[in-house]
């Protein structure tokens, strides 16, 4: 939070849009980080009787906010470029590398503490990709702090918020996008939906599967709900925990709900039923 202050002061004093901007990214990274450490100690809080799953899916809803306030921030910052350069003002270079350069070295160190757990983690990832993409800004406005000091091309000052802004967008959309798809119930990326059904389809006794689910608990956990025909009956507590601890381990399925049946009535899944205009319950 300090270095969003340094940022602010010295960047009305210098007259910089770059550092501003800057600094108003850097806030909106503060707000974000909250966010996912929230939603981090929600999802360790263990299942209610009204959040019979937990409260792991804020973790999602972390990752969306992330992406929004990253795309605010940009609109902001590409809003007060282009008036700058409509009403160009004269930039202290040296002021604006100095603090910039502070800033990298201190982005840079936080997006480096995130690194690891951002291919794992969307919400990790949304926190590591506020860290780097503020390195990357800090590093561009440092440069360009350099060219105005020994150039006084004051332009360079906005046109490298806006190229900066790109580079963020490019970045914060495809976060926004899979939080999204997580959020409205798709399947988390890295899981094989055909191939969950193939395993099944392959479990000896197993005839048929149907009314297969998938769908994200958190930005790191999976569940899953299927139907299996077997017409010798149930095959018994044993080999059911077996299938779940293959679906676990093989899968990423951290919570499996599978219902046995012997096919000798007729079931269909209520949700491929149902008309837009007339929701049904979810019953087979």
Same mark, same amino acid.
């Given at each position: 939070? %300090?270095?969003?202050?340094?940022?602010?002061?010295?960047?009305?004093?210098?007259?910089?849009?770059?550092?501003?901007?800057?600094?108003?990214?850097?806030?909106?990274?503060?707000?974000?980080?909250?966010?996912?450490?929230?939603?981090?100690?929600?999802?360790?809080?263990?299942?209610?009787?009204?959040?019979?799953?937990?409260?792991?899916?804020?973790?999602?809803?972390?990752?969306?906010?992330?992406?929004?306030? *990253?795309?605010?921030? /940009?609109?902001?910052?590409?809003?007060?470029?282009?008036?700058?350069?409509?009403?160009?003002?004269?930039?202290? !270079?040296?002021?604006?590398?100095?603090?910039?350069?502070?800033?990298? $070295?201190?982005?840079?160190?936080?997006?480096?503490?995130?690194?690891?757990?951002?291919?794992?983690?969307?919400?990790?990832?949304?926190?590591?990709?506020?860290?780097?993409?503020?390195?990357?800004?800090?590093?561009? $406005?440092?440069?360009?702090?350099?060219?105005?000091?020994?150039?006084?091309?004051?332009?360079? @000052?906005?046109? +490298?918020?806006?190229?900066?802004?790109?580079?963020?967008?490019?970045?914060?959309?495809?976060?926004?996008?899979?939080?999204?798809?997580?959020? +409205?119930?798709?399947?988390?990326?890295?899981? @094989?939906?055909?191939?969950?059904?193939?395993? *099944?389809? !392959?479990?000896?006794?197993?005839?048929?599967?149907?009314? %297969?689910?998938?769908?994200?608990?958190?930005?790191?956990?999976?569940?899953?709900?299927? &139907?299996?025909?077997?017409?010798?009956?149930?095959?018994? @507590?044993?080999?059911?925990? !077996?299938? $779940?601890?293959?679906?676990?381990?093989?899968?990423?399925?951290?919570?499996?709900?599978?219902?046995?049946?012997? !096919?000798?009535?007729?079931? &269909? /899944?209520?949700?491929?039923?149902?008309?837009?205009?007339?929701?049904?319950? &979810?019953? &087979?």
């Amino acid at each position: 939070m %300090l270095i969003v202050v340094v940022q602010a002061v010295y960047g009305f004093l210098a007259h910089s849009t770059a550092l501003l901007a800057d600094a108003g990214h850097n806030l909106s990274d503060v707000l974000g980080l909250l966010l996912a450490w929230g939603a981090v100690w929600l999802g360790t809080r263990k299942p209610s009787e009204r959040y019979t799953f937990g409260l792991g899916s804020s973790s999602i809803l972390a990752s969306l906010a992330n992406a929004a306030l *990253l795309l605010f921030a /940009c609109g902001a910052i590409v809003l007060e470029a282009v008036q700058r350069l409509l009403n160009p003002a004269p930039v202290a !270079g040296l002021d604006v590398f100095i603090v910039a350069t502070l800033g990298m $070295v201190v982005n840079g160190f936080s997006a480096w503490l995130f690194m690891r757990g951002s291919k794992e983690d969307l919400n990790v990832r949304g926190a590591f990709l506020h860290m780097a993409a503020d390195a990357g800004i800090s590093a561009a $406005v440092a440069i360009s702090g350099l060219v105005i000091l020994f150039t006084g091309a004051s332009w360079i @000052d906005p046109v +490298m918020s806006i190229i900066v802004v790109g580079v963020i967008v490019v970045g914060t959309w495809g976060l926004g996008r899979d939080a999204m798809r997580l959020a +409205m119930g798709a399947v988390p990326p890295g899981v @094989d939906k055909p191939g969950i059904e193939r395993y *099944l389809a !392959g479990v000896p006794g197993v005839t048929d599967v149907h009314d %297969l689910h998938v769908w994200a608990l958190s930005t790191t956990e999976n569940a899953m709900t299927a &139907h299996l025909v077997m017409p010798d009956g149930h095959p018994g @507590d044993v080999f059911v925990d !077996g299938i $779940v601890a293959a679906l676990r381990r093989d899968h990423a399925m951290n919570h499996a709900t599978l219902q046995v049946e012997r !096919g000798t009535t007729e079931h &269909h /899944c209520a949700l491929h039923e149902r008309s837009p205009a007339q929701p049904q319950a &979810h019953a &087979h």
